[in-house]
């Protein structure tokens, strides 16, 4: 049915369809808009083809290699080489594949979205090159096997992103975003770029599952972890490391917002690879699973309350984002707390790293959703001020009903997903610790509340004056809507089948250091 | 000693790098804080690659078990060419918020807060 | 498993398809108690408007209750809290970045300690 040459390949074309069209945009934008329009979505469509294949293929086959150079595409370690895999190789396994659907999920769903509800604004050769470079960025992020082009890729998505913040311009404040989220950024790529040094400079190698095979855990080890999980702690937005978020998210076009949550969850992918697979149990996995617990639970607490009294749509959201980027940490963090120990690990470690795992595919979905819905009011209204809406209810039936899906599910309302994760976390955590458990619950709370202020505010109440031109959102807006809102309810519904098919191979992934290693050193 | 020089001169660069980012109030001069602290570790990459009676990978006839792996000299230049964009990125959006802010001071640049 | 969509944490067992037929028998009822409200109303006369102890309608825009009006009582009362943790939020880039430092050194400690 797909020719061979194509399932061979399919983690380079992963990343080679969306730099092509990326670059390609701006020419076929001279032939017309709708040429490019269509380009753009072809280019995505097939991106998102050959992420799903790629997806399929590691699920159904197990880890897929790819040695970029060789003459096969699945020799990691050259015989001439002396044991060392010195090629770039790209090595997806459960949970790359996990996050490379996600990524095209999103991203179709919204690059559908961004046609229409950035059609008015200028400038749009250079927006549709960048936004097809941050798709392939994250992309490369999730597949890449070797840690120095895991650098590559990060400062590739942290550019675009950047520039995709400052797009709006907005008299300077979107610039200004822009700037913040650049500083940090570079900050953590320097971080970044320097742990990278101390490994090499120890191990002589750079390929994953080759550090991981070697690594001890001496003080330059160390210092390298810390300089890891400082920057890509502070790249996925967790307190007391936040403070770009709500800038970000709130100028950037919506449209890229709900792009910028994968980006940030690429990063906290990023982080969870490193602890898991380069390091495993030789760090000291109490202290950090402790570390990464404790910045979840502050992010919990501080994104939500800041939450609540903020006065601009999506900087509100943004708060919330940070706030449901805690739950991920606390699942996965518990899990790493107990990696050593099988007994824990069996009885609630893997059960609390699924949920953590289960609610970044759900973030992604329900958190695109709601930043989706602010663009399509902020599309109609003009303003993202929350003060000046009300009653749009009555002429914007289906993005109130689609923000109504993505609020209950942020709140983790049955039977929406957010609940299905939360779940597997409230019960887990609970085992683990009690008052965490307690702390998650409270959090959800305050974010249900937090979200009938903004459904009161925006929706309710009669039709204001000033806003009678308001109109439902164009038809291509609310496609892209409908898609992640269809993917919110039915893993909502039938969380079973997306946690046995889906996230269960993911956390085995992560746990299964050995594994990683053999799939790309082979033998033992 | 001596063969520590290229690794003092890198916590130094840092350092400096550091404290202008942190002390310094004009976003140009934070810029270059940035980048100094990025050829910080960019040496220190590419001090990390020198390998005593190596044969540089240059040389085509070389016995090929004597010459050194070109790794961190590939990385140093992908940094260098990173650290480029990211420069030219910043200074650029330096140069919108001179023009509508009117102002390139850090702790004036904050429409967005709280 | 009880059912193909039941979901198990190792310690219960949740099932989403009962909580879907508990919404659909909620919406039932909520439509048999629309459905039973008197249909022959007439429009646009005395009948659909607001009572107000007899007082006159005050204009649309100003019955809503907008959004920086809500939660005033929330806010208020953990002010301590919010008076602490919002000036946090300065918006000055170089505070952003001496966060990040922050935790970098505390983090270091703690991992080269324990």
Redesign the interface.
């Known amino acids: 049915m797909i020719p061979g040459y194509i399932t061979t390949n399919a983690p380079a074309l992963l990343i080679a369809v969306p730099l092509l069209g990326a670059f390609l945009s701006p020419l076929i934008g001279k032939i017309s808009r709708d040429a490019r329009a269509l380009w753009v979505l072809a280019v995505m469509t097939l991106t998102a083809l050959i992420g799903y294949l790629v997806a399929f293929l590691v699920y159904t086959e197990g880890t897929l290699l790819y040695v970029f150079g060789a003459t096969n595409a699945t020799l990691a370690v050259p015989p001439d080489s002396g044991g060392i895999p010195i090629r770039i190789i790209f090595t997806l396994d459960a949970m790359s594949a996990l996050m490379v659907t996600i990524a095209v999920t999103v991203g179709f769903a919204v690059i559908l979205y961004s046609l229409s509800s950035d059609s008015r604004r200028s400038g749009l050769e250079a927006y549709y090159t960048i936004f097809l470079l941050m798709i392939g960025a994250i992309l490369g992020m999730v597949s890449t096997g070797d840690l120095f082009n895991f650098f590559v890729f990060l400062e590739i998505s942290s550019l675009a992103s950047a520039g995709l913040v400052a797009y709006k311009v907005e008299k300077g404040r979107a610039v200004e975003a822009g700037l913040k989220y650049l500083l940090v950024s570079t900050i953590g790529g320097i971080f970044f770029l320097f742990a990278i040094g101390i490994l090499y400079g120890q191990y002589n190698a750079l390929n994953m599952a080759m550090l991981a095979d070697m690594i001890q855990w001496t003080p330059l080890d160390k210092l390298a972890l810390v300089l890891v999980v400082a920057a890509l702690a502070a790249k996925c937005g967790a307190v007391p490391m936040h403070f770009w978020t709500p800038d970000a998210y709130s100028m950037a076009p919506s449209a890229v917002t709900a792009m910028l949550v994968v980006a940030s969850q690429a990063s906290l992918y990023g982080l969870f690879r490193i602890c898991f697979t380069l390091y495993g149990i030789t760090l000291n996995y109490a202290t950090i699973g402790w570390v990464i617990i404790i910045l979840g639970i502050l992010s919990m607490i501080i994104g939500v309350t800041m939450a609540i009294p903020q006065k601009d749509i999506k900087r509100l959201m943004a708060y919330h984002a940070v706030s449901q980027t805690g739950y991920m940490l606390l699942g996965v963090g518990v899990g790493l707390a107990v990696l050593g120990d099988q007994a824990l690990l069996n009885s609630y470690g893997m059960t609390a790293m699924e949920g953590g795992i289960f609610h970044i595919f759900n973030h992604a979905m329900y958190k695109g959703l709601l930043f989706l819905t602010a663009g399509a009011i902020i599309y109609q209204v003009g303003t993202s001020d929350l003060n000046r809406m009300g009653g749009l209810g009555h002429r914007m039936k289906w993005t109130m009903i689609f923000f109504i899906i993505g609020a209950l599910a942020i709140a983790g309302i049955p039977p929406f997903n957010g609940f299905a994760s939360k779940f597997l976390i409230y019960e887990s955590v609970f085992a683990f610790s009690p008052l965490l458990s307690i702390i998650a619950m409270v959090v959800s709370i305050l974010t249900l509340a937090s979200f009938v202020k903004v459904f009161h505010s925006v929706f309710m109440g009669p039709p204001l004056p000033g806003n009678e031109q308001v109109r439902e959102a164009p038809r291509t807006m609310l496609i892209g809507m409908t898609i992640l809102a269809a993917i919110v309810i039915i893993s909502g519904v039938f969380p079973e089948f997306f946690v046995q098919n889906l996230i269960a191979p993911a956390a085995h992934a992560l746990t299964d250091q050995a594994g990683y290693i053999s799939a790309v050193l082979g033998g033992a | 000693m001596f063969w520590n020089l290229p690794y003092i001169a890198v916590v130094l660069l840092s350092v400096i790098g550091l404290a202008t980012i942190l002390l310094k109030r004009n976003l140009i001069k934070i810029f270059l804080g940035v980048s100094i602290l990025t050829s910080a570790v960019n040496l220190f990459i590419i001090a990390l690659g020198y390998r005593e009676g190596g044969i540089a990978p240059i040389y085509t006839y070389a016995v090929s078990e004597n010459m050194v792996m070109a790794t961190p000299q590939a990385l140093t230049l992908t940094s260098i060419v990173i650290g480029v964009a990211t420069s030219a990125l910043m200074l650029s959006f330096a140069v919108i918020i001179y023009k509508t802010y009117g102002t390139v001071n850090v702790d004036e640049i904050k429409e967005l807060k709280e | ?1 009880a059912f ?9 067992i ?1 099932d ?2 009962l ?2 037929i508990a ?1 659909i028998i909620g919406l039932v009822i909520a439509w048999l108690l629309w459905r039973s409200g008197v249909s022959s109303y007439k429009k646009d006369t005395e009948q659909t408007r607001p009572y107000l102890s007899g007082n006159a309608e005050p ?3 100003e ?6 009006n ?2 005033w009582g ?2 208020e009362g ?1 002010k301590g ?2 008076q602490r ?2 000036p ?17 050194g505390i ?2 400690v ?3 300690v ?1």
């Open positions: 498993m193909a969509t039941s979901l198990s944490s190792g310690f219960g949740w989403p398809l909580w879907v919404i204009p649309k825009g019955v809503h209750i907008r959004a920086g809500l939660y929330f806010t953990i809290y919010y943790i919002v946090l939020h300065t918006g000055i880039a170089t505070d952003y970045l001496l966060w990040i430092f922050w935790v970098a983090l270091l703690i991992v080269m324990v």
